[in-house]
């Protein structure tokens, strides 16, 4: 401020706070606005020190301000607590500037102008309390401006979108967009939003890498004071645990109806199927003709096949009457092993076990296990001889592992064989589905095997790179529901 005087009724017409006092602090006079928002006559307030109308907290401060006011060094600002009427008190700036009468260079006085920032320290501070929340909270948001361009985006949308910030910023959203929805879907979202109101729906989106991810989309105009739209605050809630949860209770449904079914199967097919196999068994015994005795045998190894289907439909839909036990997992995997090599197809295959000693036993019903890791072995034997039927020279290997952390046992059967395309990984626990030629494998034994897995509160992983290799890991708590 210039060092001049100004008429000091002048500034009865500012809106800020205005105090005139002497070197020493002695308010020598007010303007309107102190008046009216502290509620004391001019009068009262003349003669009293500035500082008793400051909170205590706020006096060094002030007093500091005055001292380099005094001393010529410009315009001096600070924040401090203005008490007004009662034992209220607002958040102000104060500026303190020293000037000198023309007449009188050395009668100093300080003029010290105050805004009342409550309400702007209101603001900063909500603002500061969502920037907190939107930064930390675990639902991705966004906001754009009335072009739909996005201005901010949360860690959390970062992280579900697989976009850095700066690849956001500056883009519209539909960069992430998965293009099923007609353009009216989107129109009427922009419609309904840009009216003033709010719209919320369900989405598919697409990560940066292509995967899907759905959310339930919840956008908001925000509206400034004038009640205009200056821009669009989006929230999503991440919906992949309930589509997930959702596909799990399908499929529990439809294991249910299955199991239902594979008992009414059990029973209606399996008395006619052994009076059949008897008769075909007595045919043989009585027939000397070798074309007869040739095709009773294809007759028979046909049933065979279809007991065995039925078997394992039993087995699945049959609660398990199984004792649990503590079982040395290594010695179970060996004895599968050994089981396995016993086969025709096993003899050109190399195992290779790698097994960690320091797993200690865990309770288990046995016998189901080694059906699991047999079932398991047999497919990886089956996938390394076709393989090896195509290259002669070819050396098939198969790998088991076994290892554990703090919460979980893993088995890892690793094949070099034909290896499993996606698709059919997707479905590969599913019943009756199998990657073998028609008539070499039931399609019954991973989906018995995750069953089995899956009531020890375990789980079977499977990966795969078509023509190279397959990787099933059995993974089993440390301490089961059992």
């Not at 697409?206 to 925000?222: E, M, W």
């Not at 096949?305 to 010695?331: C, G, H, Q, W």
Request: net charge neutral; hydrophobic share 40%.
């Amino acid at each position: 401020m210039k060092n001049y005087f100004v008429s000091f009724n002048a500034l009865n017409e500012f809106s800020e706070y205005c105090f005139l006092v002497d070197k020493e602090g002695t308010i020598l006079d007010v303007n309107k606005a102190v008046i009216l928002d502290i509620k004391v006559a001019k009068e009262e307030m003349q003669g009293t020190q500035f500082y008793t109308w400051l909170h205590p907290a706020s006096i060094l401060k002030a007093e500091n301000a005055l001292i380099r006011a005094n001393q010529n060094s410009g315009t001096i600002e600070i924040e401090c607590k203005l008490r007004l009427y009662g034992e209220l008190f607002c958040d102000s700036k104060m500026y303190f500037s020293c000037f000198s009468l023309p007449n009188d260079s050395k009668k100093q006085k300080v003029l010290i102008i105050g805004k009342n920032v409550t309400e702007e320290k209101k603001r900063e501070a909500d603002l500061l309390r969502f920037y907190f929340v939107a930064q930390n909270t675990v639902n991705p948001l966004q906001i754009t401006d009335l072009s739909g361009k996005m201005i901010y985006v949360n860690p959390a949308f970062v992280k579900a979108s697989g976009y850095s910030e700066e690849e956001l910023i500056g883009k519209n959203p539909s960069v992430f967009g998965s293009k099923k929805y007609p353009r009216k879907f989107w129109d009427k979202m922009w419609n309904t939003i840009t009216s003033g109101k709010v719209w919320v729906g369900e989405v598919e989106n697409r990560k940066k890498n292509g995967d899907a991810f759905h959310t339930q989309l919840l956008v908001s105009p925000i509206i400034n004071n004038d009640k205009q739209v200056i821009g669009f605050f989006g929230i999503h809630r991440d919906l992949t645990e309930k589509r997930n949860f959702e596909k799990q209770l399908i499929h529990t449904q439809k294991m249910e109806s299955i199991g239902t079914l594979a008992a009414g199967v059990a029973h209606e097919v399996g008395n006619p199927l052994a009076s059949i196999s008897a008769l075909v068994q007595l045919i043989l015994r009585t027939s000397d003709d070798p074309f007869t005795k040739e095709k009773l045998d294809l007759v028979k190894s046909q049933i065979n096949r279809i007991s065995k289907i039925i078997r394992d439909l039993v087995d699945f839909s049959r609660p398990s009457n199984y004792e649990m036990r503590l079982t040395d997992l290594n010695a179970n995997v060996k004895e599968s092993i050994e089981i396995v090599q016993v086969g025709k197809k096993a003899k050109n295959i190399t195992f290779k076990s790698d097994f960690d000693q320091n797993i200690a036993p865990i309770p288990l019903v046995a016998d189901q296990l080694q059906q699991v890791f047999v079932n398991i072995l047999i497919n990886a034997v089956d996938s390394v001889a076709d393989k090896i039927a195509q290259s002669e020279d070819y050396k098939g290997v198969i790998k088991i592992k076994t290892s554990f952390d703090s919460e979980h046992v893993y088995i890892t059967f690793e094949d070099n064989g034909l290896g499993i395309d996606e698709a059919s990984i997707v479905k590969i626990f599913e019943p009756f589905f199998t990657t073998k030629k028609e008539g070499k494998g039931t399609g019954l034994g991973l989906w018995v095997s995750i069953g089995i897995i899956q009531s020890f509160g375990g789980e079977i992983k499977v990966n795969s790179i078509p023509g190279e290799w397959t990787r099933f890991t059995v993974q089993l708590p440390i301490y089961t529901n059992y």
